[in-house]
């Protein structure tokens, strides 16, 4: 009913409660996760069911849709976080304006405290930090929680804008536009690769997945 995870060599294992269950689940793998919010424990469980990898389809035509099916489509974006239009063109667009704002937010307020740091003597960075470079990390990590609190709560607000669009028009299917490797290989500059590196298309898609299964 519970799991040892190791803290490393000479050093007393930690103990945590197990759910019921996975008690006769064949784990294969277990880590403790750090976030904001707190710790999350991460488990990886070997079912033994084999799946087929995804197949990869850019461009599906509509032309199969059987009846009583409705198709609206999903265009992710950064200045606006979303766009969806259905296949009688009724359509809504999510401004993304104001998480764009407390990005470049973040941003200026870790240089200021990564430039605080520098300008420390060497001696205070350390391990044996001083009063002055605690504090300095310590806002700095302050306000890097604040904005991904904040950043979560519009990605949740944006996901419930979606679905609420979905479920008005009636739509039975949302297909979403793969932004996964829209920035492999390519070097738009110093700002454009700071914005796609803080784009949280996968946080908004893994909001959107558990509300629409949610609603049906």
Do not use: M
């Amino acid at each position: 009913g519970h799991i040892h995870l190791s803290n490393g060599e000479g050093r007393q294992p930690l103990i945590l409660p197990l759910p019921p269950v996975y008690h006769s689940s064949s784990i294969v793998r277990a880590e403790l996760l750090h976030d904001p919010y707190g710790y999350t424990l991460a488990i990886t469980i070997d079912t033994g069911i084999q799946y087929p990898p995804a197949p990869r389809v850019v461009g599906t035509p509509l032309a199969g849709v059987g009846p009583g099916v409705k198709v609206a489509g999903l265009d992710l974006g950064q200045v606006n976080s979303g766009a969806v239009v259905t296949q009688e063109g009724v359509g809504i667009v999510i401004s993304g304006k104001l998480l764009r704002s407390h990005k470049r937010l973040r941003s200026k307020r870790h240089s200021h405290y990564t430039s605080l740091l520098d300008r420390l003597p060497r001696q205070e960075q350390g391990q044996r930090a001083s009063r002055r470079a605690k504090k300095y990390r310590g806002q700095k990590a302050r306000a890097s929680a604040h904005c991904d609190r904040l950043q979560r709560d519009i990605l949740h607000k944006t996901a419930n804008l979606v679905v609420a669009f979905c479920r008005e028009e009636r739509v039975t299917h949302l297909a979403v536009g793969d932004v996964r490797d829209i920035a492999d290989g390519t070097n738009k500059g110093a700002v454009q690769n700071q914005r796609r590196s803080q784009w949280a298309h996968g946080q908004l898609l893994a909001y959107l997945r558990y509300k629409l299964d949610r609603v049906g």
